[in-house]
Each structure stands twice: as structure tokens, then as C-alpha cells.
């Protein structure tokens, strides 16, 4: 009985938090959608259905993990699809046009990727730049840089990497993940824990929070500004070798425009573009979202996939205009304690 009376309460104090507050309405959201689409269309309940979802956006969640911490953290990282699109090329390159192995090859990129991540965080937090300049820089040098590798799309064939594109992974009852999507649900899982258990990950919505707080908490502020935009670019090579799997091809236009779906995935998922509250599961789910609108749209058959932008465009209003309330009902709650 004292847990039934309680329960409302908890209730109460989840929605007084804006970061439960924004994962509990993306998860409402895609639960709504979800239940709409399996009443509009015959088959769209399916369970392969929602597998494909990520074994259709698994680049993509790894990109929106890495931009996860770069926005708590209170920045923002421009240069991740153009990062993803050079790590095809780069690969492809050297797979098929100089014989490397293809482990060689990643191994490569995403050494690169954490490199170039790195090297923007460095001039972000030693000359104290906007990041959106930096990073984009960071995207026009990589965009340019896979142009350079090559101007035509590269076809890839090297068994090894085709195996692995064509591999799945069975769940039972016909249903089946591929490798790709595995992974994407490794680095979620990873990245959770790394946010809510581990000092780097409380540095960072610390620094996200307040900046000037967390340097006077004596918090590695530089060291770990630098290490999320090293880990935005590892999570983007990654991404990249994903996509290449995925496409069986590089191509220096590959992910142009990636970078706008990562961030909305992670405003939808409930983090807060200002820094310093998110979830990455939320990422996830918003990851989701966005794949459940393309197949909702696919499923109706008649409607232009230009609504897919429009309809993200509209949640992602809305879902600032909840972080806005919500942050601000916290903040008369904390001024009249």
C-alpha cells in the first residue's frame, strides 16, 4: 500500500527532471508511433521490421553516440559526416586500389579519425575558438581530403568485407541483426556506461553544466574537452567503416548531411543543446525515431520522402520547446527551495 501511495511521487520527481523528463517523452514517442503504424499497415509490427531499423541506421547511431558527449559537453561537432565519408574512401582506397587487409585499413581510420577529432579539440580548447568553426573547417578538410583519395565511388569486393556485410546474426523465429547493428548496440551499451559510471563521463556534463564550476572542482576541464572531440572523430571513422559495410563502397559523398541527422537525433533523444543533461540511450531512441519516420513514410507508399525532413524539422522544435519548459520549471523550483 505505501509503495502504491509513493508511486506517484516518483512519478512527479521523474518529470521534474528534464533529462528523465526528455528520455521518458522520446520513449512515449516512438512507442505512439510505433502503435500507429502497426494500426495504419498490415505487417508493420513485424519484429524484422524494428531490427532493420538499425541494421539500416547503425552508422548513424555510432555517429550520434560520439555526438552525444560533444553536445553535453557543451559543443558541437560539423565535421562527422564529412569524417564517415572519408573513412569509406580511405578504406576502399586502400583495400582494393593498394591490397591492404581490411582490419589494416580500419585500424588506420579510426586512428586517424580520433586523431583529426583530437586536433580540433585542441585549437577549441587552446585558443578558446567556437567549435562551430572549427569543426567546420574539420568538414570542408575532410570532405576535401576523401575528394582528393577519390572523385568516383569506389566498388568494394574483398571477401573478407563482404562476408562480414552479408553476415547475420539469427535471433530466432526468422529474425536476424546484422554485424553492423551489433556493433552500433555495443558502443551504445559502452557509452552508457562510460557517461553515468566512469570520471570522465561525470567531467563531462560537469563541464556541460559550467564550465568555470567544473575547472574550480579541479576536473581535467582541457584534457577532457579535447578527449570528446577525439572520441567524436573515432565514433565517426567507425561509422565510417559501418557505412562501408552497409554501402560495399566508398565514396567521398557519402554522409553529406550527416552531421544535421546526428544532432537531431540527439536533441530528440532528449539532450540538451546547451550541455550538461542527456542520456545516450536517448540517443538511441532518437536514432530510432528517425528510422521509424522514413519507414512509416515507406509503409504508406504515396506520401514524397521530403516529409521525412519536414517532419523531423517539427520535432525537433518541439522537443526544444520541452527541454525550454522544462528547464525552466526546474529552475523556479530551485529558486523557491
Known sequence: MNATMSLPGKWRRSLSDPQRASLLATAMLFA???GAGGVL????LNPQVFLNLLID???LCVVAVGMTFVILAGGIDLSVGAVLAFTTVLCAVLVQNHGWH????????LA???????AMGGLIQRYRLPAFVVTLAGMFLARGAATLLSVDSISI?????????YLRLPLGGGHALSVGAVIALVVVAAAAWVARSTRFGRAVYAIGGNRASAALMGLPVAATEIAVYALSG??????????TLYMLSGYSLHGSALELDAIAAVVIGGTLLAGGSGHVLGTLLGVLILGLIQTLIAFDGSLSSWWTKIVIGA?????CLLQRALATRRRKRSSNA
Open 112 to 118: 586517424l579519425g580520433a586523431a583529426f577529432g583530437a
Open 157 to 165: 569486393d574483398h571477401p573478407f568485407l563482404t562476408g562480414l556485410a
Open 102 to 109: 581490411p582490419l589494416a585499413a580500419i585500424a588506420l581510420a
Open 32 to 34: 505512439l508511433m510505433a
Open 57 to 59: 541506421n547503425a552508422f
Open 315 to 319: 520535432l525537433l522544435l518541439v522537443f
Open 41 to 44: 499497415y498490415d505487417g508493420f
Open 234 to 243: 573515432f565514433c565517426s571513422a567507425l561509422g565510417g567503416v559501418l557505412c
